[in-house]
Protein backbone atom coordinates (compact mmCIF):
# COMPACT_ATOMS: atom_id res chain seq x y z
CA UNK A 1 0.00 0.00 0.00
CA UNK A 2 2.83 2.72 1.04
CA UNK A 3 3.98 1.93 -2.16
CA UNK A 4 1.86 3.86 -4.24
CA UNK A 5 3.09 6.69 -2.27
CA UNK A 6 6.14 6.80 -4.07
CA UNK A 7 6.51 7.55 -7.89
CA UNK A 8 6.70 5.23 -10.48
CA UNK A 9 10.28 5.52 -11.81
CA UNK A 10 9.56 7.41 -15.08
CA UNK A 11 7.90 9.74 -12.49
CA UNK A 12 10.46 10.35 -9.99
CA UNK A 13 12.68 10.67 -13.25
CA UNK A 14 11.03 14.55 -13.28
CA UNK A 15 10.16 14.89 -9.95
CA UNK A 16 11.51 13.51 -6.62
CA UNK A 17 8.79 15.01 -4.70
CA UNK A 18 7.44 12.06 -2.53
CA UNK A 19 10.74 11.82 -1.07
CA UNK A 20 11.86 14.94 1.09
CA UNK A 21 15.09 16.49 0.24
CA UNK A 22 16.38 15.27 3.62
CA UNK A 23 15.58 11.66 3.09
CA UNK A 24 17.42 11.92 -0.70
CA UNK A 25 20.29 14.08 0.98
CA UNK A 26 20.95 11.51 3.83
CA UNK A 27 21.02 8.22 1.36
CA UNK A 28 23.20 10.27 -1.22
CA UNK A 29 25.75 11.07 1.55
CA UNK A 30 25.79 7.28 2.40
CA UNK A 31 26.41 6.24 -1.18
CA UNK A 32 28.77 8.61 -1.41
CA UNK A 33 30.73 7.62 1.75
CA UNK A 34 30.70 3.96 0.75
CA UNK A 35 31.41 4.35 -3.22
CA UNK A 36 32.59 7.67 -3.63
CA UNK A 37 30.09 8.45 -5.96
CA UNK A 38 28.58 12.14 -5.76
CA UNK A 39 24.98 12.19 -6.32
CA UNK A 40 24.64 16.04 -7.19
CA UNK A 41 20.92 17.53 -6.04
CA UNK A 42 19.95 17.79 -10.03
CA UNK A 43 20.45 14.00 -9.63
CA UNK A 44 17.76 13.55 -7.05
CA UNK A 45 14.86 12.39 -9.59
CA UNK A 46 17.16 9.86 -10.28
CA UNK A 47 17.72 8.73 -6.99
CA UNK A 48 13.96 9.28 -6.47
CA UNK A 49 13.02 7.10 -9.30
CA UNK A 50 15.64 3.81 -7.63
CA UNK A 51 14.55 4.49 -3.39
CA UNK A 52 10.65 3.64 -5.26
CA UNK A 53 11.80 0.70 -6.47
CA UNK A 54 13.78 -0.58 -3.08
CA UNK A 55 11.79 1.02 0.30
CA UNK A 56 8.92 -0.10 1.62
CA UNK A 57 7.51 1.22 4.57
CA UNK A 58 8.91 4.33 6.37
CA UNK A 59 10.84 6.13 4.42
CA UNK A 60 11.93 8.07 7.66
CA UNK A 61 12.78 4.55 9.44
CA UNK A 62 14.44 2.93 6.14
CA UNK A 63 17.08 5.58 5.76
CA UNK A 64 17.72 4.92 9.42
CA UNK A 65 18.33 1.54 8.65
CA UNK A 66 20.47 2.61 5.98
CA UNK A 67 22.60 4.87 7.68
CA UNK A 68 23.44 2.50 10.05
CA UNK A 69 23.97 -0.72 7.84
CA UNK A 70 25.40 1.24 5.10
CA UNK A 71 26.64 -1.68 2.56
CA UNK A 72 25.37 -4.62 4.53
CA UNK A 73 22.04 -3.03 3.83
CA UNK A 74 20.28 -5.43 1.78
CA UNK A 75 19.27 -2.94 -0.68
CA UNK A 76 22.67 -1.37 -0.70
CA UNK A 77 24.18 -3.48 -4.23
CA UNK A 78 20.74 -2.84 -5.67
CA UNK A 79 20.59 0.85 -5.22
CA UNK A 80 24.19 1.46 -6.27
CA UNK A 81 23.43 -0.58 -9.57
CA UNK A 82 21.04 1.56 -10.64
CA UNK A 83 22.90 4.92 -9.65
CA UNK A 84 25.91 3.20 -11.91
CA UNK A 85 26.70 4.10 -15.05
CA UNK A 86 27.85 0.60 -16.74
CA UNK A 87 28.51 2.29 -20.69
CA UNK A 88 31.50 0.67 -22.00
CA UNK A 89 32.29 -0.92 -25.36
CA UNK A 90 35.59 -2.50 -27.24
CA UNK A 91 38.43 -0.23 -27.98
CA UNK A 92 36.56 2.75 -26.62
CA UNK A 93 38.50 6.30 -27.37
CA UNK A 94 40.42 4.53 -30.56
CA UNK A 95 42.81 7.24 -30.08
CA UNK A 96 43.80 6.69 -27.10
CA UNK A 97 43.98 2.97 -27.47
CA UNK A 98 46.43 3.35 -30.82
CA UNK A 99 48.54 5.61 -28.86
CA UNK A 100 48.98 2.62 -26.33
CA UNK A 101 49.36 -0.10 -28.92
CA UNK A 102 51.68 1.42 -31.31
CA UNK A 103 53.55 3.40 -28.82
CA UNK A 104 53.35 2.68 -24.59
CA UNK A 105 52.86 -0.71 -25.22
CA UNK A 106 56.00 -1.75 -27.80
CA UNK A 107 58.21 0.04 -25.43
CA UNK A 108 56.77 -1.43 -22.70
CA UNK A 109 57.12 -5.04 -23.50
CA UNK A 110 60.57 -4.71 -24.76
CA UNK A 111 61.82 -3.21 -21.40
CA UNK A 112 60.15 -6.25 -19.75
CA UNK A 113 61.53 -8.69 -21.82
CA UNK A 114 65.15 -7.57 -21.77
CA UNK A 115 64.80 -8.20 -17.67
CA UNK A 116 63.62 -11.57 -18.27
CA UNK A 117 60.34 -10.55 -16.29
CA UNK A 118 58.33 -13.19 -16.06
CA UNK A 119 54.75 -11.66 -15.87
CA UNK A 120 53.48 -8.29 -17.58
CA UNK A 121 50.36 -7.04 -15.44
CA UNK A 122 47.64 -4.72 -16.62
CA UNK A 123 44.78 -3.32 -14.62
CA UNK A 124 41.44 -2.53 -15.68
CA UNK A 125 40.32 -0.24 -12.69
CA UNK A 126 36.43 -0.24 -13.57
CA UNK A 127 36.09 -2.48 -16.16
CA UNK A 128 32.06 -2.93 -16.20
CA UNK A 129 31.01 -5.52 -18.34
CA UNK A 130 34.51 -6.32 -19.25
CA UNK A 131 35.13 -4.81 -22.84
CA UNK A 132 38.02 -2.57 -21.44
CA UNK A 133 39.98 -5.66 -20.04
CA UNK A 134 39.62 -7.81 -22.93
CA UNK A 135 40.58 -5.29 -25.13
CA UNK A 136 43.83 -4.76 -23.38
CA UNK A 137 44.54 -8.81 -22.91
CA UNK A 138 44.24 -8.76 -27.21
CA UNK A 139 46.38 -5.71 -27.93
CA UNK A 140 48.86 -6.89 -24.85
CA UNK A 141 48.82 -10.45 -26.57
CA UNK A 142 49.64 -9.07 -30.16
CA UNK A 143 52.05 -6.74 -29.50
CA UNK A 144 53.81 -9.43 -27.63
CA UNK A 145 53.26 -12.08 -30.77
CA UNK A 146 54.77 -9.51 -33.11
CA UNK A 147 57.95 -9.15 -30.67
CA UNK A 148 58.26 -12.60 -30.25
CA UNK A 149 59.57 -12.67 -34.02
CA UNK A 150 62.37 -10.34 -33.08
CA UNK A 151 65.33 -12.96 -32.54
CA UNK A 152 66.35 -10.88 -29.18
CA UNK A 153 63.08 -12.04 -28.08
CA UNK A 154 62.29 -15.13 -29.13
CA UNK A 155 62.89 -17.10 -25.63
CA UNK A 156 61.89 -14.35 -23.30
CA UNK A 157 58.58 -13.98 -25.16
CA UNK A 158 57.73 -17.32 -24.17
CA UNK A 159 58.13 -16.92 -20.95
CA UNK A 160 55.86 -13.41 -20.57
CA UNK A 161 52.87 -14.30 -19.44
CA UNK A 162 50.30 -11.49 -19.70
CA UNK A 163 47.97 -11.10 -16.79
CA UNK A 164 44.52 -8.65 -16.83
CA UNK A 165 42.96 -7.87 -13.32
CA UNK A 166 39.99 -6.49 -13.95
CA UNK A 167 37.56 -5.14 -11.04
CA UNK A 168 34.26 -3.21 -10.46
CA UNK A 169 32.15 -2.36 -7.63
CA UNK A 170 29.04 -3.49 -8.76
CA UNK A 171 29.18 -7.94 -8.89
CA UNK A 172 26.20 -7.64 -11.67
CA UNK A 173 28.57 -6.10 -14.50
CA UNK A 174 31.46 -8.49 -13.31
CA UNK A 175 28.90 -11.71 -13.97
CA UNK A 176 28.69 -10.80 -17.30
CA UNK A 177 31.96 -9.78 -17.77
CA UNK A 178 33.22 -12.85 -17.06
CA UNK A 179 30.79 -14.87 -18.69
CA UNK A 180 32.14 -13.10 -21.60
CA UNK A 181 29.28 -12.95 -24.24
CA UNK A 182 28.86 -10.05 -26.05
CA UNK A 183 26.14 -9.24 -28.47
CA UNK A 184 27.21 -7.84 -32.61
CA UNK A 185 23.76 -5.74 -32.47
CA UNK A 186 23.34 -1.94 -32.83
CA UNK A 187 25.24 0.60 -30.38
CA UNK A 188 26.62 -2.31 -28.70
CA UNK A 189 30.03 -3.58 -27.55
CA UNK A 190 31.19 -3.90 -31.25
CA UNK A 191 30.53 -0.12 -32.09
CA UNK A 192 33.59 1.21 -34.23
CA UNK A 193 36.05 -2.06 -32.99
CA UNK A 194 38.91 -2.36 -35.33
CA UNK A 195 39.02 -5.43 -37.50
CA UNK A 196 41.82 -6.85 -36.38
CA UNK A 197 39.94 -7.35 -32.67
CA UNK A 198 37.31 -9.60 -34.29
CA UNK A 199 40.07 -12.22 -34.88
CA UNK A 200 40.35 -12.92 -30.64
CA UNK A 201 36.86 -13.99 -31.14
CA UNK A 202 34.38 -16.79 -31.67
CA UNK A 203 31.20 -15.96 -33.21
CA UNK A 204 27.98 -17.69 -33.52
CA UNK A 205 25.33 -16.93 -35.11
CA UNK A 206 21.92 -16.32 -33.12
CA UNK A 207 18.22 -15.75 -33.17
CA UNK A 208 15.56 -14.55 -31.29
CA UNK A 209 11.93 -13.61 -31.77
CA UNK A 210 12.54 -13.50 -35.72
CA UNK A 211 15.73 -11.06 -35.20
CA UNK A 212 19.11 -12.78 -35.84
CA UNK A 213 22.16 -11.67 -34.22
CA UNK A 214 25.77 -12.89 -33.59
CA UNK A 215 27.00 -13.81 -30.08
CA UNK A 216 30.88 -13.00 -29.93
CA UNK A 217 33.23 -14.56 -27.37
CA UNK A 218 36.82 -13.68 -26.53
CA UNK A 219 39.11 -16.57 -27.75
CA UNK A 220 40.02 -19.40 -24.20
CA UNK A 221 43.67 -17.62 -24.26
CA UNK A 222 41.87 -14.50 -23.99
CA UNK A 223 39.76 -15.37 -21.68
CA UNK A 224 42.26 -17.10 -19.33
CA UNK A 225 44.92 -13.92 -19.48
CA UNK A 226 41.87 -11.78 -17.32
CA UNK A 227 40.35 -12.44 -14.22
CA UNK A 228 37.55 -10.13 -12.41
CA UNK A 229 36.81 -9.62 -9.16
CA UNK A 230 34.95 -6.58 -6.92
CA UNK A 231 37.12 -4.16 -5.46
CA UNK A 232 35.93 -0.49 -4.59
CA UNK A 233 38.08 2.12 -5.77
CA UNK A 234 37.75 4.34 -2.78
CA UNK A 235 39.56 1.34 -0.82
CA UNK A 236 42.54 3.10 0.72
CA UNK A 237 44.80 0.07 -0.65
CA UNK A 238 44.88 -1.53 -4.40
CA UNK A 239 44.34 -4.87 -5.07
CA UNK A 240 47.53 -5.77 -5.99
CA UNK A 241 50.65 -3.51 -6.49
CA UNK A 242 53.43 -3.51 -9.20
CA UNK A 243 50.98 -2.73 -12.25
CA UNK A 244 53.22 -2.03 -15.48
CA UNK A 245 49.80 -0.67 -16.83
CA UNK A 246 46.68 0.97 -14.97
CA UNK A 247 43.65 1.79 -17.09
CA UNK A 248 41.28 4.09 -14.95
CA UNK A 249 38.74 5.52 -17.49
CA UNK A 250 35.20 7.40 -17.22
CA UNK A 251 34.81 6.67 -13.53
CA UNK A 252 36.52 9.76 -12.23
CA UNK A 253 34.06 11.55 -13.39
CA UNK A 254 31.28 10.62 -10.95
CA UNK A 255 33.72 11.94 -8.25
CA UNK A 256 34.47 14.79 -5.81
CA UNK A 257 37.53 16.13 -5.67
CA UNK A 258 38.46 14.86 -2.03
CA UNK A 259 37.42 11.00 -3.06
CA UNK A 260 38.99 11.05 -6.36
CA UNK A 261 42.50 12.40 -4.40
CA UNK A 262 42.26 9.65 -2.51
CA UNK A 263 41.74 7.27 -5.23
CA UNK A 264 45.29 8.64 -7.24
CA UNK A 265 46.34 7.70 -3.76
CA UNK A 266 45.51 4.41 -3.93
CA UNK A 267 46.17 4.41 -7.92
CA UNK A 268 49.70 5.31 -6.94
CA UNK A 269 50.09 2.38 -4.77
CA UNK A 270 49.28 -0.28 -7.24
CA UNK A 271 51.26 1.09 -9.78
CA UNK A 272 54.94 -0.28 -10.89
CA UNK A 273 57.55 2.14 -10.35
CA UNK A 274 57.96 2.47 -13.96
CA UNK A 275 54.54 1.70 -14.92
CA UNK A 276 51.81 3.60 -16.84
CA UNK A 277 48.41 5.20 -15.60
CA UNK A 278 45.76 5.83 -18.11
CA UNK A 279 42.74 8.04 -17.24
CA UNK A 280 39.47 8.72 -19.56
CA UNK A 281 39.17 11.06 -21.76
CA UNK A 282 36.44 12.79 -20.24
CA UNK A 283 37.39 12.31 -16.42
CA UNK A 284 37.95 14.87 -14.07
CA UNK A 285 41.91 15.13 -13.64
CA UNK A 286 42.24 17.49 -10.76
CA UNK A 287 45.02 16.07 -8.65
CA UNK A 288 46.56 14.07 -10.73
CA UNK A 289 49.54 16.39 -9.89
CA UNK A 290 50.33 13.58 -7.57
CA UNK A 291 52.17 11.95 -11.04
CA UNK A 292 54.10 12.90 -14.19
CA UNK A 293 52.02 13.87 -17.33
CA UNK A 294 53.71 12.70 -20.37
CA UNK A 295 52.00 14.36 -23.39
CA UNK A 296 52.68 12.81 -26.74
CA UNK A 297 50.86 12.85 -30.04
CA UNK A 298 48.08 14.64 -28.32
CA UNK A 299 47.58 11.90 -26.02
CA UNK A 300 48.39 12.30 -21.96
CA UNK A 301 49.63 9.59 -19.94
CA UNK A 302 51.11 9.38 -15.99
CA UNK A 303 54.21 7.80 -14.49
CA UNK A 304 54.69 8.01 -10.76
CA UNK A 305 56.83 10.66 -8.83
CA UNK A 306 58.55 8.47 -6.58
C1 LIG B 1 31.17 4.10 -17.34
S1 LIG B 1 31.82 2.59 -16.71
C2 LIG B 1 33.45 2.64 -17.37
C3 LIG B 1 33.87 1.32 -17.96
C4 LIG B 1 35.22 1.32 -18.66
N1 LIG B 1 36.28 1.72 -17.77
C5 LIG B 1 35.20 2.23 -19.87
O1 LIG B 1 35.82 3.30 -19.84
O2 LIG B 1 34.57 1.90 -20.88
C6 LIG B 1 32.07 3.04 -14.99
C7 LIG B 1 32.17 1.82 -14.07
O3 LIG B 1 32.70 2.27 -12.82
C8 LIG B 1 32.15 1.46 -11.80
N2 LIG B 1 32.33 2.15 -10.52
C9 LIG B 1 31.69 3.25 -10.06
N3 LIG B 1 32.15 3.57 -8.83
C10 LIG B 1 33.10 2.66 -8.53
C11 LIG B 1 33.94 2.45 -7.39
N4 LIG B 1 33.89 3.25 -6.32
N5 LIG B 1 34.79 1.40 -7.41
C12 LIG B 1 34.85 0.58 -8.49
N6 LIG B 1 34.09 0.72 -9.58
C13 LIG B 1 33.22 1.74 -9.60
C14 LIG B 1 30.69 1.30 -12.23
O4 LIG B 1 30.10 0.16 -11.62
C15 LIG B 1 30.82 1.17 -13.76
O5 LIG B 1 30.82 -0.17 -14.16
Redesign the pocket.
Known amino acids: MTRALYPSSQGAALSAEPYRIDILSRVAAVVERT???FIADRSYGKLGAALSKIVTGSPQQWVLEYEQQTERHPAHASLIEQL??????FY?DERQLEFFRTKLLPDLLRKKLTEGASTFRLW?????TG??AYTLAIIASEALTQLSREPAFIMSAARLKIEVLA????RA?LAKAQEGVYRSEGMGSFRGVPKFLLDYFSITARSQNGRSFEELTPLAAIKRMVSFRQ????SPMPPQRGFDVV?C???LI?MQDDVRLRVFQMLERALDADGYLLF?PTDSLKGAELFHLHQNDGQSYYTRKA
Do not use: M, P, W
Open positions: TGITVHETYRSAACSEETDLSVFNLTFRNVYG
